[in-house]
């Protein structure tokens, strides 16, 4: 088959589907061009991270095409409904990027807490002549030990954060389709042990945690999940990271909640309008900022690529023909 790695695949995964047979692109094609790529090179799948996006009309253009991969989780630039009517199969790799997004999401915590995000900017401009003032601007931080984290969203990936979590000592409850208690298996050494994390509702998560994660999809309609409504229900003080899609947190109301104070920081990892975030996100001292790198390990890399193999090759196993 011929396949087209829009956004890149890693270096093992390319070349075990090039022994495999397959025929492969990864030079990335501008949005502009992609159909007509696909239809002179006679694609028959496509695969994809967060910056390409399959849409019907491009589905209608091709009728070569035969799958669609996210290497990755979250597939809202795919239309998969209509994909799936036409005959397209849509997959994507939701095991393979969890830990790293998870470990994302702690490094996040850690810098919150300690401001370390906004210390990195003013420590070589200011440093040498105000030392002791940005000590004590940054003396007051806290530790995470003993607090509880929310996670929306109780995943892969929130189960993943979850047991990072537990292994500093913090508090966890998460939110899911529903209520009552979740078995988490964790891993310390040798030993494996079981740990009932409570499922709670939203707003009673609000009012319990001291820091909380997103993780879940954008909402089909547009609307955000965390908006002027939800900041009111958090505890003052709290702590909320969103590596998950940017949209899923107003961004006007969290400005808001900031420099009031009743969010004592952020973590960004997604944005409204990628890639072009707005400036004042960019540069407010309470947001820590990531360019969408939670998936974006070497480890996490290879182990998506070479899901996308099986993949490619269960797909290709079941073509008629």
Known sequence: ???????GISAAAKEALETAGHRVWTEFVEPQDLVAFIQNEHVHGVIVRSATKIRQPLIDACPDLKFVIRG?????????????????AVRNTPASSSQS????????????SRFLHDSNRRM????????????????????????????????????????????????????DQQTGSHALPVTIGDTTVEVNIPLVTMAEAFAQADAISLHIPA?????????????????RGVMLIN???????????LIEALNSGHVSGAGLDVFVGEPKPRQDLMRHAKIALTPHIGAATSEAQERIGMEIVSIVQEINDNLPG
Do not use: W
Not at 75 to 88: C, F, K, L, P, S
Not at 144 to 170: D, N
Not at 243 to 253: H, I, K, L, Q, S
């Open 219 to 235: 909402q089909a309609n547009g609307d955000a999940v965390v908006g002027a409504k939800e900041f009111n229900q958090m505890k």
């Open 243 to 253: 590596a998950a899609r940017g949209g899923v947190v107003d961004e006007d109301a």
């Open 101 to 112: 997004v998870a470990e994302l999401v702690m490094g996040h915590l850690f810098g919150l």
């Open 72 to 88: 990755g989780v979250g597939m809202d630039n795919i239309d998969v409904a209509y994909a799936r009517e036409q005959g397209v």
């Open 1 to 7: 088959m011929n396949i087209l790695a829009n956004d």
């Open 124 to 175: 070589p401009v200011e440093g040498t002549d105000q030392f002791k003032g940005l000590k004590k601007a940054y003396g007051k931080g806290a530790e995470i030990r003993g607090k509880t984290l929310a996670i929306i969203g109780f995943g892969r990936i929130g189960q993943s954060l979850a047991s990072y979590a537990l292994g500093c000592g913090m508090k966890v409850i998460g939110v």
